[in-house]
C-alpha cells in the first residue's frame, strides 16, 4: 500500500526509502491507533491475513479489533503493556484470517508519534508463527519419544566426555552399574577408565578407534559393575558428538550385558575343544554325511589310517569299499537300513587305501534330522578292526587246522592198529605154529618162520620207535648227542641196508660220494635216521625200472648236503606241505601196497632242524622227488 502523501510522515526526509523498506519487507508491518484502526499496513501483512494487497486490508478492516484479532482480550493486554512499557517484543496473540480460519502470531510493536499527531500511534510488526509452533510441538514430541527410549531402553545409554566424565546415564545403565538412580551413579564415577574396565589401557584403545572412525561398534570389554565391583562382560557402541569446528564435545552410545552370551560362547569353544580333543587322541575317528548318504565330514584322525578326506569327501561308503561286489547280500541289507533312516552299529567292511592297499573298518551311525524333521544324514564313529579281524581269521584258521590235525590223528590211529595189528599177528601166528609143531617135529620150515617173526618184529619196532620219537619231538624232549663222523661213509651203510628192499622192487640205487669229505659233527644215530627215512621213501614210491641216488657234497657256503634223489611218482607243492605235518599221508594209488606211519617226513625235518640245518624238497608229479638234508657249516670239523 501506497503511503499517503498528504501525511506528514510523506513529507519527511528519506521517506522514498522508508516507503521502499515498508512496502517490500518479508513480515508484515503495520501502524495503528491505539483504539484499533489501522493508519498503514503493508503487502506481507496483507498476504498474511489473506488479502491480495495492502488497500484490500486497509479498505476491509474497519475495526482491527473485532475482525482481526480471535481473541480481542489479546489486542488489550498487548495495548496496556505498550502503555506501561513503551514497546512490546515477541507478544503472543491469536489471529483471525480473511476466510476465518485462525493462526498464531508474534507482535513486536512501539508506541510511536508522528509530528502534529496528538495521540501516539502503534508501529510494529507481525510474524505468524504457526509453523513455528507446530516445529517446536513436533521438537517437543520428539524429544518425549527419545525420553521415552532413553528412560525405558533395555540397553544402557550414556553421554561421557572424551576425558572419561560420566555425564548421562538412562536407568538401564545405572542398574548395570549397581546403583538406584542416575544421580548416584553420577555422583559415584570420577574416571571411567580407572573405575570401570578390568584390562588397563582399554578406555585408551576404545578412545583411539573412537577418534579414528568416529564410531566403534561391538567393543567387547571385561568391566566392573561399579557399585559391587562384580566382573562383567560388555559390548559397546559409540560415536562422538562435534561442535561446529569438529572437535569432540562428548562421547554417546550404548552398553549391552554380554556375560551370558560370553560364557555361553566360551562353553561352546570348550566344548568344541573338547570334541576337537577326543576326536584327535580317540583311536577311532568321526564321520557325517548327508541325505544322499555321500560323507561331508571325516574327523582328521582318519588321515592316521591312510582315509584322507579330501579323496573321500562327496563318495558313498560303498565308493571306498573294497570287495563290495563280492558281498551284494551284505550291502543291500545295509542301504535298507540307510533307506529306513534308522541306527546301525558295527557294519564291518574293507575300506580302500591307495592302490589295491585296504584296511578292515567297523561304523555305527546315527540318523540326523533337522528342526522340521527332515532326513539330513548321518552322524557316526568307526575304527579300524584290521589286526581284530585278522586275529579273527587266523583264529579260525588255527581251529580248522586243528580240526584237521585231529581228524589226521583219528586217521593215524585208525591206521596205526592196522599197521600194528598186522606185524603182531604175523609174529603171534608164527610163533604159535613153532611152539605148536604144527608141521611136525624138527620141520625145515621153522626158521623161515622165526625169520618171519623177526622181520615182523623189525617192523613194528620200526613203527613205535617213530611214534615215540614224533612223541619226543612235540614234548620238546628230543636231544642230541653229536660226534665226529664220516657222513660218506654212513650215507653208503643206510644205502646197504635198503639195497635189498630195493632190489626186491626193481629199483636201482647209487651212491656219489666223494672220498675226501671232512668229518662233521652230528648226532649220528639220529644221521642214520634221517639217511634211512629217506632212502625208504624214495624206494618205496618209486616204481620198477626206477633209480634212487644218494649224493654227499659241499654247497658254495660251505654247508655239508646230503642228497636223495628218485625217479618216483613225485608230489605237488600241496601234497609236499601235507607230507611235512604229522600224522597225514598223501592219498596216491600206491596206498594199499604201502606201509608206514606218515611219521617219516615230520621226524626227518625236525632231527635236521635240531642239528641247525633245513630239509628242501622239490617234487614234480610223475617226474620224481629230491630231498636235500642242508646242514649248517659250523658242524664241518676242521
Known amino acids: 500500500m501506497a503511503l499517503d502523501h498528504a501525511s506528514p510522515m510523506a513529507q519527511t526526509s528519506g521517506s522514498a526509502i522508508f516507503q521502499a523498506l515498508f512496502d517490500r519487507a518479508a513480515i508484515g508491518m503495520f501502524r495503528s491507533t491505539l483504539d484499533g484502526r489501522f493508519l498503514l499496513v503493508n503487502r506481507a501483512l496483507a498476504l498474511q491475513l489473506g488479502y491480495p494487497d495492502a488497500a484490500s486490508l486497509m479498505q476491509a478492516a474497519g475495526d482491527a479489533v473485532r475482525q482481526l484479532y480471535a481473541v480481542p482480550s489479546h489486542r488489550a493486554a498487548m495495548v496496556e503493556q505498550l502503555r506501561q512499557a ?10 483471525r484470517r480473511r476466510d476465518g480460519s485462525r493462526f498464531w502470531g508474534s507482535i513486536s510493536a512501539s508506541l510511536h508519534r508522528l509530528e502534529g499527531e496528538a495521540q501516539p500511534a502503534i508501529l510494529g510488526t507481525l510474524i505468524d508463527v504457526g509453523e513455528l ?61 580407572v573405575e570401570w574396565y578390568v584390562e588397563p589401557g582399554r578406555r585408551a584403545a576404545f578412545k583411539a578407534l573412537l577418534e579414528r572412525d568416529g564410531r566403534v561398534s561391538g567393543f567387547e570389554s571385561e568391566v566392573y559393575r561399579h557399585k559391587s565391583r562384580e566382573r562383567i562382560w560388555v559390548s559397546e557402541n559409540a560415536w562422538i558428538v562435534r561442535d561446529e569446528q569438529g572437535r569432540a564435545l562428548f562421547y554417546e552410545g550404548t552398553v549391552i550385558d554380554i556375560t551370558e552370551r560370553r560364557r555361553a560362547a566360551q562353553a561352546l569353544r570348550d566344548n568344541e575343544e573338547r570334541f576337537r580333543d577326543f576326536a584327535e587322541t580317540a583311536s577311532d575317528w568321526f564321520w557325517e554325511t548327508d541325505a544322499e548318504h555321500r560323507f561331508s565330514y571325516l574327523s582328521s584322525r582318519a588321515g592316521a589310517y591312510g582315509i584322507p578326506a579330501n579323496r573321500s569327501l562327496g563318495l558313498r561308503r560303498v565308493d571306498i569299499a573294497l570287495g563290495a561286489a563280492a558281498e551284494p547280500e551284505k550291502w543291500r541289507a545295509h542301504q535298507a537300513t540307510l533307506d529306513r533312516h534308522e541306527p546301525f552299529r558295527d557294519f564291518t567292511y574293507r575300506n580302500r587305501l591307495e592302490g589295491d592297499q585296504f584296511i578292515h573298518v567297523t561304523v555305527s551311525g546315527k540318523p540326523v534330522f533337522d528342526a522340521e524333521g527332515r532326513f539330513a544324514g548321518y552322524r557316526g564313529t568307526a575304527r579300524d578292526v584290521t589286526e581284530q579281524v585278522q586275529a579273527e581269521e587266523r583264529l579260525r584258521t588255527a581251529m580248522m587246522e586243528a580240526e584237521a590235525a585231529s581228524q589226521a590223528k583219528i586217521s593215524f590211529l585208525a591206521n596205526m592198529s592196522h599197521e600194528l595189528r598186522t606185524p603182531l599177528n604175523a609174529i603171534l601166528g608164527f610163533a604159535e605154529m613153532i611152539r605148536d609143531q604144527l608141521l611136525g617135529p624138527q620141520s625145515p620150515r ?63 640205487v647209487t651212491v656219489d660220494c666223494p672220498e675226501d669229505f671232512p668229518c662233521v659233527r652230528v648226532d649220528e644215530l639220529r644221521m642214520r635216521q634221517i639217511v634211512l627215512n629217506l632212502l625208504s621213501n624214495a624206494v618205496k614210491f618209486t616204481l620198477a625200472q626206477g633209480r634212487v641216488t644218494a649224493t654227499v657234497r659241499i654247497d658254495g657256503a660251505g654247508r655239508p648236503v646230503i642228497a636223495i634223489a628218485d625217479t618216483g611218482i613225485g608230489m605237488t607243492a600241496e601234497e609236499v606241505a601235507l607230507a611235512l605235518e604229522p600224522f597225514r599221508q598223501i592219498e596216491t594209488h600206491m596206498d594199499r601196497t604201502q606201509e608206514g606211519t606218515g611219521l617219516g617226513l615230520p621226524i626227518t625235518r625236525n632231527l635236521v632242524a635240531l642239528h641247525g640245518g633245513e630239509l628242501v624238497i622239490q617234487s614234480e608229479p610223475g617226474r620224481g622227488t629230491t630231498v636235500e638234508v642242508v646242514l649248517p657249516a659250523s658242524v664241518v670239523v676242521l
Open 86 to 95: 513503551g514497546r512490546v517484543d515477541g507478544f503472543a496473540v491469536e489471529g
Open 133 to 193: 509452533a507446530r516445529t517446536q510441538t513436533r521438537f517437543n514430541f520428539a524429544a518425549a519419544e527419545a525420553g521415552r527410549v532413553f528412560d525405558n531402553a533395555a540397553e544402557g545409554i550414556y553421554r561421557s566426555t572424551p576425558d572419561g566424565r560420566q555425564l548421562r546415564a538412562n536407568p538401564a545403565l545405572v542398574r548395570l552399574n549397581g546403583y538406584d538412580s542416575e544421580e548416584a551413579l553420577l555422583a559415584a564415577v570420577n574416571d571411567i577408565a
Open 446 to 508: 621153522y626158521a623161515e618162520y622165526a625169520g618171519f617173526i623177526s622181520e615182523s618184529g623189525s617192523h613194528l619196532l620200526t613203527l613205535v620207535n617213530d611214534v615215540l620219537d614224533m612223541a619226543k619231538i612235540d614234548a620238546g624232549h628230543m636231544t642230541l648227542s653229536p660226534s665226529d663222523i664220516d657222513l660218506p661213509a654212513l650215507v653208503r651203510r643206510q644205502v646197504a641196508m635198503m639195497l635189498p628192499r630195493a632190489t626186491a622192487r626193481g629199483v636201482a
